[in-house]
């Protein structure tokens, strides 16, 4: 007897667990994250790029088809849906409409990374600014003129930079998308890695900084060349360089 009268407090805990469990799961993320591509396009070539660029098509997202990633967003957490992965999506002419007409309770789902080498006009940053997502990831490879431009090949550093600048001045507002940086280790850009880190954070507001192995070298594979990637595989993290 003493023990069937003990037993309905533990079970009530055991209940209450279950239930927060359940509760929980209603809310955590589905999926760890959602990588997609607005574009197929790519106007760099850069000399350690992972894609194979060699069947491209020059295909753009469709709205239909982007309305069906809208739909999936609320799978993920804040800032891991990827509108972008192997090729650049700033080549998409629609990609702030595309943003826009997404359900602004899933706006905080979405990012996607550039390289920032095409012109970017004020308009377009002003629109990214008052987008509501996540963060933008820039890919920064080097902050010197030559090492750039021989990195990132048919960029233009001073346009690079352009954008860069106008893009950091809009986001350092509250409520604006976070800008964070990933820089690639290479032979070319080891030395120069800690002045990369530190300009990207305190000239440009930076909130994350991954420096990155090349850990995907197919496309350069593919194509016979020489990678000139830092030695060690693997990938780093280095976060937050301050948060904002
Ligand atoms: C493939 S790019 C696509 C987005 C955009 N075109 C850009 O360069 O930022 C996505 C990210 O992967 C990085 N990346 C490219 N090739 C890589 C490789 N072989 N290994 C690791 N990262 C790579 C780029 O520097 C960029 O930060
Ligand atoms: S790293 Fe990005 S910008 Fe460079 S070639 Fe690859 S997809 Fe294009």
């Not at 023990?3 to 509760?23: D, M, Q, Y």
């Not at 809208?70 to 990609?95: Q, T």
């Not at 996540?134 to 030559?146: M, P, Y």
């Amino acid at each position: 007897m003493a023990l069937i009268e003990t037993s309905p407090p533990a079970s009530l805990w055991s209940r209450l667990v279950g239930r927060l469990e359940r509760f929980g799961r209603r809310f955590r993320p589905r999926f760890d994250w959602i990588a997609a591509d607005v574009t197929d396009r790519c106007n760099l070539r850069c000399t350690f790029c992972g894609t194979d660029h060699s069947g491209r098509s020059g295909t753009v997202m469709d709205r239909t088809t982007f309305q069906r990633l809208c739909g999936l967003m609320p799978l993920v957490a804040d800032g891991a849906c990827l509108l972008s992965c192997r090729f650049e999506p700033l080549l998409h002419p629609c990609l702030m409409d595309l943003i826009e007409s997404i359900p602004a309770c899933s706006r905080r789902k979405v990012a996607f990374t550039t390289s920032l080498a095409m012109p970017l006009d004020d308009e377009t940053i002003g629109r990214l600014g008052a987008s509501g997502i996540h963060h933008v990831n820039v890919s920064v490879e080097s902050l010197r003129a030559d090492v750039y431009e021989a990195i990132r090949r048919g960029g233009r550093f001073a346009g690079f930079l352009d954008n860069l600048g106008r893009l950091a001045a809009r986001f350092a507002v509250p409520g604006a998308p976070r800008l964070r940086f990933i820089t690639v280790v290479l032979q070319e850009n080891v030395d120069e890695l800690v002045s990369i880190v530190e300009t990207c954070a305190t000239r440009y507001g930076g909130s994350h900084h991954e420096l990155r192995h090349v850990y995907e070298p197919l496309g350069a594979a593919r194509r016979g060349r020489r990678l000139r990637g830092h030695a060690r595989p693997g990938r780093y993290r280095l976060r937050p360089v301050h948060d904002r």
